[in-house]
């Protein structure tokens, strides 16, 4: 059978202040009053049974994310009780989907895209559950069309054609430096793809790669498995899931099963409209431009002789005016203001790490 998982266990550290430990990214109404997670549910529906799309979040984002989700059964979430990195979400939720199927092929999907169109996307997903049901030991992932030069993605070098317009993937390259990207870019889509960090596989087949990169992980993911439907869970998942190795999947499986002889890693593009939206300048292009390139989002608010400039704001009763500005990055909240120039933007995630230490977690 065919199963969804979601990944919604990102801080979001570079869309502070607006995004919070309580209150991450994918949970802000910021797309037309609809949250990320939101929209990433519904992009699924008529392609994967309600039934049978799980959400891996945090422990302490239960509660809320049921409640943005009203249609997700308790028993579809799974919690954990501390962020390590996307191998053990991947793996754990593969763990659990397994104890219910062991034939189960899982598209695995972020809760921070937005993808258009949605029937194109869907088009293409099914293209890559159908490759895996077929070849079980292939590994499947979605590579973007660059748009240009981008050193905020990883790369997919592409090799020979697949069944059903598939590539192999032959190198995982990590996000490179400017030069590298450059080089990348001018290979054309045919040689590089950006790495989107959305799969398909078989359940059995992602469980027995970890099982042989990294073994360490795979008894602790079994432990908890076998847990899962006892009383014992939560106990379990706190003695184990903490100290599981932190690592992404791409380091941990992908990489290394692009050099094994026994697995076939895939790659299928996504030619179409997306945005991995986890900073500010990539927020600011969900909204539409004003004449002057300036993106909106906020209750009041007034531009004069302004260019380039994203004003955001969560908090219905401040007026933010801004005046003979140039490329900058303005977001306000009930209790914390962030001004930075948009070229800056990827350090926010240094400066949140600044508040906390100078204010307090309380301001994070």
């Known amino acids: 059978m065919r199963y969804a998982v979601i990944l919604a266990g990102g801080s979001g550290t570079r869309l502070w202040p ?44 239960r509660e809320a994310i049921l409640r943005a989700l009203p249609t997700l059964g308790g028993e579809q ?51 890559g559950l159908a490759l895996v049901e077929a070849r079980p030991e292939t590994l499947v992932t979605f590579g973007i069309r660059p748009e240009g030069p981008s050193t905020a993605y990883g790369y997919l070098q592409l090799g020979e054609p697949l069944d059903g317009g598939a590539r192999v993937v032959t190198q995982f390259r990590e996000k490179p430096g400017a030069a590298l990207a450059e080089r990348f870019f001018q290979a054309g889509p045919e040689r ?61 499986v992908m990489e290394p099963a692009s050099r094994d002889a026994g697995v076939r890693v895939a790659a299928l593009a996504m030619d179409l409209r997306w945005l991995d939206v986890g900073s500010w300048p990539m927020f600011a292009r969900t909204c539409a431009p004003d004449a002057h390139g300036n993106a909106v989002a906020a209750p009041r608010s007034l531009l004069s002789n302004t260019e380039r400039t994203l004003v955001a704001s969560s908090d219905p009763e401040h007026l ?17 203001t962030l001004v930075c120039r948009a070229e800056d933007a990827e350090g926010i995630k240094e400066i949140h790490k600044l508040v906390g230490e100078r204010f307090g977690s309380e301001w994070l």
């Open 320 to 336: 933010i005016v801004a005046a003979g500005c140039r490329d900058l990055i303005i977001v306000h909240t009930p209790d914390a």
């Open 192 to 252: 590089y793809l950006w790495n989107s960090g959305m799969f398909v596989w078989r359940a059995a087949t992602l469980l027995d790669c970890i099982r042989r990169y990294e073994p360490a992980v795979y008894a602790g993911l079994e432990r908890i498995a076998a847990a899962w439907d006892a009383p014992e869970r939560e106990e379990e998942l706190a003695r184990t899931y903490p100290g599981l190795k932190k690592i992404s999947v791409d380091f941990a």
């Open 77 to 127: 979430y799974i919690a954990e009780p501390v962020g390590r990195d996307t191998l053990n979400a991947v793996g754990l939720s593969a763990a659990v989907v397994a104890r219910r199927d062991p034939d189960a092929a899982i598209a695995v999907f972020t809760a921070d895209h937005l993808i258009e169109p949605v029937e194109e996307f869907q088009k293409i997903v099914h293209q």
């Open 18 to 61: 607006m995004s919070r430990a309580a209150l991450p990214k994918q949970l802000i109404p910021f797309i037309g009053g609809r949250s990320l997670l939101e929209v990433a549910a519904d992009r699924l529906e008529g392609l994967i049974d309600g039934a049978k799309v799980f959400v891996c979040a945090a422990a302490q984002h």
